[in-house]
Each structure stands twice: as structure tokens, then as C-alpha cells.
């Protein structure tokens, strides 16, 4: 008998890529040093936002004895993201369908538990954020992908449709796109609605937005919940504030989504069993403020600029990102684990594409500083010539 499950068991054998990279150092305390270009995750390299320690310490001072009481979604909280709502899609929710979380994470685990049963399909777009895919495993269903080709990553509309059957229950799409960069169009979003809505029976649309954000070029974010009714909207504040250790957010159903009223109880209960998943006490009090607060987009967009602009004229293969913090690149080896390791041994640490579905890319974060970027420009310059020089010989 194994000592664990076999549904955990299945989730392991598809992280098997991220936990081997993961336990076999490259994430590690190389990545760390001071001499080192750490490009591999959305993670925070110069000191957090002042307004996040600001808020924390200014909501920190109980105000009355249930201050840190248990805590569901606090109303003020509730208030602000209804508000902020109102201004990304132009739609009056109702407080009672938005629901504080513990970021996209919880929210996305919370949805998926109240709508899925055991045998459901869920159809997500690869390559995918790492844990699409067991979350979706770990409630039963099974996961169907659809593949979103490179270089130009446009929403594939018709292979969706041809992937829907009497057992989809639900599609996950990611808009900004993480790992592409893709912002998707109001004619994408309305063709795909188009498909849903000939479907025989009730198709969940789950919108994972914890970008929307994070913008270039002026960009206008369109959230899908304004094309289509059976649409949740996940976002989380990790992102715009590149603070993923703080973790708060929502989930929100539009006042077109039918059954409103069921979906809330089994969304309060999914969230109460999904390792409560709601946010602490003070980060719903500070959200208020927290949502006047985001990362420097602008600098971001100069690092993207800088670094499409560098490895193009090196003669790598870029994908210009429109949104999220992520720049795709296609790896000259054919192996991309392989490629990584050279750019590892010029101190440079970026994100084998293998690890997110996509073999012969990786992956470089725009969170790494300018001082970051600068220093790891002549590695990406070494390792691509000593590709091309072993082809040579």
C-alpha cells in the first residue's frame, strides 16, 4: 500500500519537472548570491512597496476584541474590490458575489471544488501556470488540454470548441497570459464566448485575471465576465504588488451568472474546506489601501524592452510580452533543461520551458532589478555562442 494517495500521486507525477528542478538546486542558493541573475520566478528583488508596510502597521492596532476574530469576507474589503470592479469591467456586482480569498491560488481552488465532480473535464490552454492542472486533478475531473501555439499565442477558439463534450464542466483560461505574455482581444474573448454558448448544457468559464494589471504599450484589459454569464473572475494582489508571500484577492460572479444564490453557499463551504481560504484578518483591512498600491509597471516595460531588444539583436527568438511579468524565449539547444544549465554556469537563472509545458523555450522574469538584467545580458551573449560554436566542431 503507497503511503499517500493515489490522487496525490497523480499530481506528483505532473509536477515531476518542477520538483526535480526545484530539489535538483538551480532555484537554489546559487540563484541567490550576490554575483547572480535570478530571472525565475515572479519574485520580488528589490525591497517591497513602502505602502504595503505602511498599511500592514496602520491596520495592525486592534480596534476592538474581535479585531483578529475568525474572518470570512469583511464587508469593507468586499467594498473596495467591488469598486475597483466597477472600473476594470464596467459592471455592477453584487457584494454577495465577491468573495475575499487567499489570492488567485484560493480562489482558484475554491471554484474549482464547488462546481467540479468526480469524472467532470476541465479544459485549460497550454502551456499553463504550473497548478491548473492538479488543482483540477485533486477534485476528480480530468484535464483536458488545448495547446496555444508560439509564437503568436492567439486564443485557439476552434480547438477549444472541438474539445468540449458532454463531460466539460468547465474552461480555465489566464488573461494576461502567463508564461506567453498574451492580452486577449474583445474579439477573442466574444468569439469564445460564441462557442459556449452553443454548448448543450452549462459550461463554467473561470478566468484566472492576476495580471490585469500588470499592462504595456497602454493596453486596455478586457475580463471575459463581460462576454459571457457562467464566468467566475479570479484576481489576487500578489501580483500588482509583487508581493506573492502576502496573499489576498477575490473571486467574483457577475449579476448575469445564473444560479447566483446556490453558487454562493458552495463557494462559502468549498473555501471553508479548501484549507480556509480566506485571507487574514489584517490584509482585508488593510485592502483598502492596498489597492491604491502597485509595482512599477513602467519599469517593468523598460526591462522587457531592454531585454527583447538585447537578445534579438543576438539573434535569439523573443516573444514580445503584452502583459505579466514574463519574457519567452526560444532555447537554441533543442533541450531546454540543457540550455538553462549553460546559463546557470554564467550566473544567469531562468525558467526551463519543460516545466510549464513547453519544451524548447524558457522563460526570463521582469522582476529581476535593472542591476539583475544588466549583468545577465553578456551570460545570454556567452551561452548562445558556445551553442553555436559546439554545432562547429
Known amino acids: 500500500m503507497s503511503a499517500y494517495s493515489s490522487t496525490v500521486r497523480a499530481m506528483i ?18 540563484a541567490l548570491s550576490a554575483e547572480a541573475s535570478d530571472l525565475q520566478f515572479g519574485n520580488p528583488q528589490e525591497m517591497p512597496l513602502p ?3 505602511q498599511a500592514l502597521a496602520k491596520w495592525a492596532a486592534p480596534q476592538n476584541k474581535d479585531w483578529f476574530a475568525y474572518k470570512f469576507s469583511d464587508p469593507k474589503a468586499i467594498q473596495v474590490a467591488v469598486e475597483s470592479l466597477r472600473k476594470l469591467t464596467g459592471i455592477d456586482f453584487d457584494p454577495a458575489d465577491v468573495s475575499m480569498t487567499t489570492g488567485a491560488f484560493g480562489g482558484l481552488a475554491s471554484t474549482l471544488r464547488a462546481v467540479l465532480d468526480p469524472g467532470d473535464e476541465v479544459i485549460y490552454l497550454s502551456p499553463p501556470w504550473f497548478f491548473y492542472v492538479p488543482m483540477i486533478i485533486s477534485n476528480g475531473a480530468k484535464a483536458i488540454r488545448v495547446d496555444f501555439e508560439p509564437p503568436k499565442f492567439e486564443l ?26 498574451r492580452v486577449f482581444t474583445p474579439d477573442e474573448l466574444e468569439s469564445l464566448a460564441d462557442v459556449l454558448h452553443r454548448t448543450h448544457h452549462p459550461v463554467y468559464l473561470i478566468s484566472d485575471e492576476s495580471y490585469n494589471r500588470i499592462l504595456y504599450d497602454g493596453r486596455k484589459h478586457e475580463s471575459p465576465v463581460r462576454y459571457y454569464d457562467r464566468s467566475f ?6 501580483k500588482t504588488l509583487v508581493a506573492p508571500g502576502q496573499r489576498i484577492g477575490y473571486i467574483a460572479m457577475p449579476p448575469s451568472m445564473p444560479d447566483r444564490e446556490e453558487l454562493r453557499t458552495a463557494l462559502f463551504v468549498a473555501q471553508s474546506i479548501t484549507g480556509y481560504a480566506y485571507p487574514n484578518a489584517l490584509l482585508q483591512y488593510a485592502m483598502g489601501d492596498l489597492e491604491k498600491a502597485s509595482v512599477d509597471v513602467a519599469a517593468l516595460q523598460r526591462r522587457r524592452d531592454r531585454i527583447v531588444g538585447a537578445l534579438d539583436a543576438m539573434g535569439y527568438e523573443t516573444v514580445k510580452p503584452e502583459g505579466t511579468f514574463y519574457v519567452l524565449v526560444r532555447s537554441p539547444l533543442e533541450d531546454d533543461v540543457a540550455f538553462t544549465k549553460l546559463l546557470a554556469k554564467e550566473n544567469v537563472y ?18 529581476g532589478n535593472d542591476d539583475m538584467v544588466e549583468r545577465a545580458l553578456p551570460g545570454f551573449e ?7 560554436l559546439s554545432k562547429l566542431s
Request: net charge negative; hydrophobic share 40%; charged share 20%.
Open 13 to 30: 507525477e505532473y509536477l515531476e519537472p518542477v520538483l526535480s528542478f526545484v530539489s535538483e538546486g538551480e532555484a537554489g542558493d546559487a
Open 51 to 53: 505602502e504595503i508596510q
Open 156 to 181: 485557439p477558439v476552434d480547438a477549444i470548441e472541438w474539445h468540449i463534450t458532454a463531460r466539460t464542466r468547465a474552461i480555465i483560461i489566464n488573461t494576461p497570459h502567463n508564461p506567453s505574455g
Open 233 to 238: 473572475l479570479i484576481y489576487t494582489y500578489g
Open 350 to 367: 531562468v525558467l526551463p520551458g519543460r516545466l510549464f509545458e513547453l519544451p524548447r523555450w524558457f522563460r526570463i522574469s521582469l522582476t
Open 382 to 388: 556567452r551561452a548562445l555562442d558556445s551553442v553555436r
